[in-house]
């Protein structure tokens, strides 16, 4: 069974860093890409970053240019360096990897694996 485990999480104040961390455990499993995602009380899961194998990384526009997420996609790791927090980025952050598998039809698809979650809160 594969398990992500999330670490990192906690109170800072607006303006603060904080640096969350992301490693898997249990069965082999090979990711193409992982990913951030976060959700805020009474609100849906979000996107927030995802990164690649090769390094490239794509982000939300609402953390474009204050967050950066960063893995190592073959050792199934994930970082997200979180600056210039606003309490508008209290969630709980949630790690994702995705990884390729064929079905019937031949097509390939990802399936997803997820995190148990870590709670980051911004507030002074």
């Known amino acids: 069974q594969v398990q992500l485990v999330e670490s990192g999480g906690g109170l800072v104040q607006p303006g603060g860093s904080l640096r969350l961390s992301c490693a898997t455990s249990?069965?082999?499993?090979?990711?193409?890409?992982m990913a951030w995602y976060r959700q805020a009380p009474g609100k849906e899961r979000e996107w927030v970053a995802t990164?690649?194998?090769?390094?490239?990384?794509i982000y939300a526009a609402s953390v474009q240019g204050r967050f950066t997420i960063s893995g190592d996609i073959a050792k199934n790791t994930v970082d997200l360096q979180m600056t210039s927090l606003k309490p508008e980025d209290t969630a709980v952050y949630y790690c994702?990897?995705?990884?390729?598998?064929?079905?019937?039809?031949?097509?390939?698809?990802?399936?997803?694996?997820w995190g148990q979650g870590t709670q980051v809160t911004v507030s002074s």
């Open positions: 990164v690649i194998s090769d390094g490239s990384a």
């Open positions: 994702n990897g995705k990884a390729p598998v064929r079905v019937g039809s031949g097509a390939v698809v990802p399936k997803n694996y």
């Open positions: 249990g069965s082999a499993v090979s990711f193409n890409a």
